[in-house]
Nanobody, 126 residues
Framework: QVQLVESGGGSVQAGGSLSVSCAAT????????MAWFRQAPGKERERIAT????????TYDDSVKGRFTFSADNAKNTVYLQMNSLKPEDTGMYYC???????????????????WGQGTQVTVSS
């Protein structure tokens, strides 16, 4: 059974930086699709970054492009999201999600990501 455990996040003032990580256990595949989603209070969950861990080239939503960096360490089965130049609108719960062995990751819909982390809170104050 795949489990995703997130860590990191926290509170920071606007312009600051935070990082979150997501460690996968029971993954069973050498690579696959991983993504970061976030859900702001009162809003729907949105995908902000996607990566195929075998290829290692991430794609980003326009709202975070140039500020966030999504990386994968396959040896550790862990992905990371480095968040710089944070804005108050980045506030929300951040979730990692996975499709073990998946491909064509950017085209996958949210509900195709079968495995999810528990979420970690990111709060950015103005």
């Amino acid at each position: 059974q795949v489990q995703l455990v997130e860590s990191g996040g926290g509170s920071v003032q606007a312009g600051g930086s935070l990082s979150v990580s997501c460690a996968a256990t029971g993954y069973g595949y050498s690579s696959g699709c991983m993504a970061w989603f976030r859900q702001a209070p009162g809003k729907e969950r949105e995908r902000i970054a996607t990566i195929h861990t075998g290829v290692g080239v991430p794609t980003y939503d326009d709202s975070v492009k140039g500020r966030f960096t999504f990386s994968a360490d396959n040896a550790k089965n862990t992905v990371y999201l480095q968040m710089n130049s944070l804005k108050p609108e980045d506030t929300g719960m951040y979730y990692c999600a996975a499709i073990p062995g998946g491909w064509d990751c950017f085209s996958r819909g949210q509900f195709e990501f079968h495995y999810w982390g528990q979420g970690t809170q990111v709060t950015v104050s103005s």
